[in-house]
DNA sequence: TTTCATGTAACTCAGTTTGATACATGATGG
DNA sequence: CCATCATGTATCAAACTGAGTTACATGAAA
């Protein structure tokens, strides 16, 4: 099944945003991020709307973070991209009338549903920051001399 | 993205067996599950190649149950299944040049990760025999009389 | 006024599951 | 032996969704 990269997609945006210190094109963020500019603008809309960054038109514009990256959570990203569906697999009827079926998806939803749970909370409790720092210390790991990216 | 149902379909078609003493037709399944016999057979077969049912040819053919359904967990059927692909979102690279994707994809990988173990615990943790008592008690919580299902 | 960059619509492409048709295989019952 | 039933499987179409692409309007800056 295709994979939806848009969560992917958006953190490696911020991090790079992060990490600079202008405003960044969404046509540089889909060259870092390997993908077409015209998907950075539709997914981080998302992001603009929910006060996560902002972008400009015109001359030096583009993307910038609009707070620091220790107050986003990778949960704000999942619920600014609109809470996309977590899994491949799932019931197939949403009223079914066999007694078997609901007793189906009742299973499934109680074991999918704490996962779910699991996923979510786990992606409020790491910030942005946390994966910045994680690039950083493996960029100190590398011998590479600097700016180290795309 | 289009959600895989095979899970779902395999369950209901167990449970149906369970409650049969003869063998029953995909054609019969598809008509309880509410889809194509076609897609029954081909679902099955895992399961078939799995050992948890049979499948027998001609007058009185059909599908049966192997072994005992409390000792058939969900886990089983997902493994017979193929391990299909669980989540709807993931990584975009095998393996990015860039730094801050390869920390983008550990930070997604940790916490999918994780998800993922608990979902496939709880899977192994539930047995067939569980959902078919659920579907019972509800069974016996309604009014009707005899043999609901479809 | 020219250039740059976003905002967005519209369309195509790609990957996956399901539906549907068709036919070969094999078992059963007469 | 033969008709019937049911699986096994290949093949193709339909539906859905994310991503790629093109096009153009909007607005800001030089």
Redesign the interface.
């Known amino acids: ?9 958006t ?2 945006a911020l ?2 945003m992060a ?1 600079s210190s202008r405003a960044l094109t969404s046509e540089e963020l889909a060259v ?4 077409n500019p015209v998907v950075i603008r539709r997914t981080l809309a998302g992001l603009r709307k929910a006060r996560i960054v902002v972008s400009e038109k015109g001359h030096g514009g583009g993307w910038r973070l609009l707070r620091p990256v220790d107050r986003i959570t ?1 949960g704000d990203v999942y619920d600014a991209l609109g809470t ?10 949403e009223s079914p ?12 939803r ?3 549903g ?3 749970s ?2 979510v909370s ?2 409020r409790s ?1 910030s942005v920051a ?3 720092a ?2 950083r210390a ?2 100190r790991g ?1 011998h590479k001399t600097e700016n ?3």
Do not use: W
């Not at 099944?1 to 997609?9: E, N, T």
């Not at 870092?32 to 993908?35: L, R």
């Not at 996309?84 to 009827?93: E, L, S, V």
């Open positions: 099944m295709k994979r939806d990269s848009r969560l992917s997609i953190l490696h991090v790079h990490e870092q991020a390997d993908c990778l996309p569906t977590i899994f491949a697999m799932g019931d197939r009827t009338g066999c007694l078997v079926e609901q007793a189906v998806n009742r299973a499934m109680d074991a999918f704490q996962a779910e699991l996923l786990q992606l790491v946390e994966v910045l994680d690039a493996y960029h590398s180290q990216h795309a």
